[in-house]
């Protein structure tokens, strides 16, 4: 299809132009929450969410990935993702050998992710239509089609400042922040 016909096609077409507007705004919106993640969250909940958004597209949960891409997703050195790997893997929820991961419980490796994999699933399920009301029911005054309100409403959770004496400063899932993990943490 030409650019010009797929034009065309967008003004003609309003389920087409909702579902385009409708993409746009889930990769952004998971753009934003990825880069709030990346700043705010530890790295081990961080590679939860990453495997598990991996997973949702990879069916066994198994798929190829070395620690040196994983480090490049999340933005951290390789010896983090590393450790925070190693540590996923002693508490049995993930098996990582020669480049390939395997996801081996995930509802507890859900439980191990920051909020953000949950943030993300809403946002990539589809809207749900609204339910017909029944035929004797008052009629309400006509609105405009639901749009997709974009940049308004992103839905980012808040995030809390790292504090600067201690860069190990994490937050939990209501933005408030927690005291410093001691020799467990996996900050990088
Ligand atoms: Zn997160």
Not at 93 to 120: E, F, Q
Request: proline share 8%; aromatic share 4%.
């Amino acid at each position: 299809m030409t650019l010009a016909r797929f034009r065309g096609e967008l003004k003609t077409n309003p389920s087409l132009r909702r579902e385009v507007d409708r993409c746009a705004y889930v990769a952004m919106a998971t753009a934003v929450q990825i880069a709030a993640c990346n700043v705010a969250h530890l790295l081990q909940a961080r590679l939860a969410r990453w495997l598990l958004m991996m997973g949702d597209r990879n069916s066994p949960d198994e798929f190829p990935v070395t620690q040196d891409f994983i480090a490049q997703m999340l933005g951290v050195r390789r010896e983090g993702v590393t450790q925070a790997a190693a540590a996923l893997q002693r508490r049995k929820l993930i098996r990582y050998s020669r480049g390939s991961t395997t996801i081996l419980n995930r509802v507890r490796l859900r439980a191990s992710s920051c909020r953000c994999y949950k943030v993300i699933r809403g946002l990539e399920r589809p809207a749900r239509r609204p339910t017909r009301a029944p035929r004797d029911a008052p009629r309400r005054p006509r609105r405009d089609p639901p749009g997709i309100p974009l940049f308004s409403c992103l839905p980012v959770q808040p995030i809390a400042r790292k504090r600067k004496d201690d860069p190990c400063s994490a937050v939990d899932e209501s933005g408030l922040a927690l005291p410093h993990q001691g020799s467990s943490c996996t900050l990088s």
